[in-house]
């Protein structure tokens, strides 16, 4: 069954540095999104993504946030400036348009040090 | 904006037994999904049910179903014949209908923490 792949799952920086999160979501799949965790709190949407664009953004997204769609298979994540607020699991979703439910990789844990 | 809220942090069941967590929404919307996503302790989000606003009829999957209750924004998950591999965080989650597409994004509840005794 296809799914989607994240990489790397785990993730050490240090505050200030940048971080590119991966993520190859199902082949055929159009719209892509990025949420994040923070331990023990629940799920907060970052960013949607289609047509080589953002669709939409939360409050979270601000420019220290992008996202990109490098080549046909990945879809990334960067963070330009890591904060230690930005420990968190960085989870990406992909969508067909179809289906109406977005299938979620296995996620990446971020740690600001 | 819609808010999800799920008001029971934590809850228990006996194996074999029955239990429903709870969720309530608040939205404006007319035409929405609703979803329950399960979280276990490796942190994958594993999609559970869904129920889509315009029907009536209550979804099911296997041992989960839902109470849906439209005009009290209610979205009630019941786990049947509970089995030790339930246990996880459940999250309830809401999506409008954006024109037919999915490329609205989820909001959740704060989740529920599930523990299976056996």
């Known amino acids: 069954e296809p799914e989607v792949t994240q990489t790397p799952s785990h993730q050490v920086t240090q505050m200030g540095q940048e971080v590119i999160l991966r993520c190859v979501p199902i082949?055929?799949?159009?719209?892509f999104y990025w949420y994040r965790q923070i331990l023990g709190q629940k799920v907060e949407f970052l960013v949607s993504f289609y047509n080589n664009e953002i669709s939409e953004k939360s409050e979270i997204f601000d420019d220290q946030f992008s996202v990109e769609r490098p080549d046909g298979s990945n879809f990334t994540l960067k963070i330009r400036s890591t904060k230690l607020e930005d420990s968190a699991m960085y989870f990406c979703?992909?969508?067909?348009?179809?289906?109406?439910?977005?299938?979620f990789g296995p996620g990446t844990r971020l740690t600001v040090t | 904006a819609q808010t999800v809220t799920q008001s029971q942090p934590e809850m228990s069941v006996q194996e074999a037994e029955t239990v429903t967590l709870s969720c309530t929404y608040d939205?404006?919307?007319?035409?929405?999904?609703l979803f329950w996503y399960k979280q276990p302790p490796s942190r994958q989000m594993i999609l559970v049910i869904r129920?889509?606003?315009?029907?009536?009829q209550n979804a099911t999957e296997n041992r989960f179903s839902v109470n849906f209750q439209k005009a009290a924004k209610s979205f009630s998950l019941k786990i049947s014949d509970s089995q030790l591999g339930d246990a996880a965080m459940y999250f309830c989650?809401?999506?409008?209908?954006?024109?037919?597409?999915?490329?609205?994004?989820?909001?959740f509840g704060q989740g529920t923490i599930l523990t299976v005794h056996p």
């Open positions: 939205t404006s919307e007319s035409d929405y999904y």
């Open positions: 979703a992909s969508s067909d348009g179809t289906l109406f439910e977005q299938y």
């Open positions: 989650a809401y999506r409008r209908n954006a024109g037919g597409t999915s490329y609205g994004k989820l909001t």
């Open positions: 082949s055929n799949h159009l719209y």
């Open positions: 129920q889509e606003a315009y029907k009536q």
